[in-house]
């Protein structure tokens, strides 16, 4: 029986195939609203280390385009996997009972750490009825997401006056019913790591599972404590902090998307697994949510961290964290703008007392500036990388005529 037809308007298969130069230009018309991220044009979702660095995760990932890393017969790739669990553990702290798991982004990460720290909170306590999240407002939505898929309850509570966690709220919020306590490293909102050495203490007093959300900065810190002071603490060799997070799709310049989840011990690894044999297949069991995981996506995580080294990611460190502080000392010099708290690493916010913030970036949007911006309180906001030393200058020549337009 022949299907009905689509409603007008529809986009349906082409009776026929075309050739590769009309998809070529078919695919570089639809990309040419999008923004110009080569270029440092963009605020927040590309990070870009070269042309170079690039390439390589290009070519690493064409080679295994076609192979799920999480399929038992590709050998190569759980190698890689292990090798980056390696790489990663020795930048942020995992002892010798340390381990960890890769996943296609820091979604998953989540959900996952969530799910772990709600097993081992049933093993040990079964009579409580709801448990809940204990979180800073300024955590990702993400662990909303997982709260609401696992039916548990998430409380926010608000941050302090530097745009950091509050040790004291959250130790005067914990009960019975505290599962998970979360952390960032830093806050995607404020660039601010939350105080989790003080955090760690209460969680091991109090028996709460301490997550860190390193998904911007871990890959960017550990390279820059090696030549710089001042950055908090917040890995897994913190007394306390039980899972870590951390993107390989940003800092480490992979190609989208890959993310690494850590445990300091593995006995809390294994309450992540999920195990069914209750049909016709036998044991199925999996690490992850997802079933998939693009092997290239491994490949070229792989190929990267090898290609750059820790010679390569501390220069690329480096010349991030001399860009955030070019950008902040511009800020600075343009009457009006006041940065919020202090960043630890590259991400920036900045507001105003005087004018609306967010007119000032609608103008700057209509000069081909990608916008990011904050609704509570009002500001712009930007994530620093490698590729905005071609247009720092631009852009705060920029931001100061259309202040000076509002003032």
């Known amino acids: 029986m022949m299907s009905s037809l689509p409603p007008p308007g529809r986009k349906t298969l082409p009776a026929r195939g075309r050739p590769w130069n009309e998809l070529h230009e078919a695919l570089s018309a639809l990309r040419s609203a999008d923004t110009d991220w080569r270029h440092g044009r963009d605020s927040l979702e590309v990070y870009y280390a070269g042309e170079d660095v690039l390439d390589v995760a290009r070519r690493a990932y064409t080679m295994f385009i076609s192979e799920n890393a999480r399929a038992p017969q590709f050998p190569s790739l759980q190698r890689m996997q292990d090798d980056l669990i390696d790489i990663s553990l020795s930048l942020l702290g995992g002892g010798p009972r340390a381990c960890g798991t890769i996943t296609c982004g820091g979604a998953e990460s989540a959900l996952l750490a969530v799910r772990s720290a709600y097993r081992s909170f049933r093993a040990r306590r079964p009579q409580v009825r709801r448990p809940h999240l204990l979180v800073p407002s300024s955590v990702h939505p993400v662990y909303e997401q997982a709260a609401e898929m696992m039916g548990l309850e998430l409380i926010r509570v ?6 950091r966690a509050s040790v004291q709220t959250l130790s005067q919020c914990i009960e019975a019913e505290t599962m998970m306590i979360v952390a960032s490293a830093p806050s995607l909102p404020f660039g601010a790591i939350d105080p989790i050495e003080a955090l ?14 390193a998904c911007i900065g871990g890959f960017l810190a550990p390279h820059v404590t090696r030549s710089a002071a001042g950055v ?10 039980r899972s870590l997070a951390a993107d390989l799709h940003k800092f480490g310049y992979a190609a989208n998307g890959v993310s690494v989840l850590l445990y300091a011990d593995a006995d809390d690894h294994t309450h992540q697994a999920f195990e069914y044999d209750q049909w016709p297949k036998g044991l199925w069991r999996s690490q992850t949510l997802s079933g998939t995981l693009a092997g290239g996506a491994v490949a070229a995580a792989w190929a990267v961290m090898h290609y750059l ?5 501390r220069s690329l460190a480096q010349r991030v964290m001399h860009l955030r502080d ?3 000392e511009g800020i600075d010099r343009i009457g009006g703008l006041h940065v919020l708290g202090q960043p630890d690493l590259s991400v920036i916010a900045f507001g105003s007392d005087e004018f609306d913030i967010h007119a000032v970036g609608d103008t700057m949007q209509a000069r081909g500036w990608h916008i990011s911006r904050l ?24 931001l100061a005529r259309c202040v000076h337009q509002y003032r």
């Open 232 to 241: 908090p603490r917040f890995d897994l060799a913190v007394p306390g902090v």
């Open 326 to 328: 070019r950008y902040l």
């Open 200 to 213: 760690g203490r209460i969680a091991c007093e109090r028996e709460v599972w301490l997550h860190v959300d």
């Open 375 to 398: 609704s509570t309180p009002a500001a712009l906001h930007m994530t620093v990388t490698p590729v905005h030393d071609q247009a720092v200058e631009a852009y705060l020549d920029d």
């Open 309 to 313: 080294g820790e010679s390569g990611y």
């Open 158 to 163: 608000a941050i302090g006056g530097d745009y």
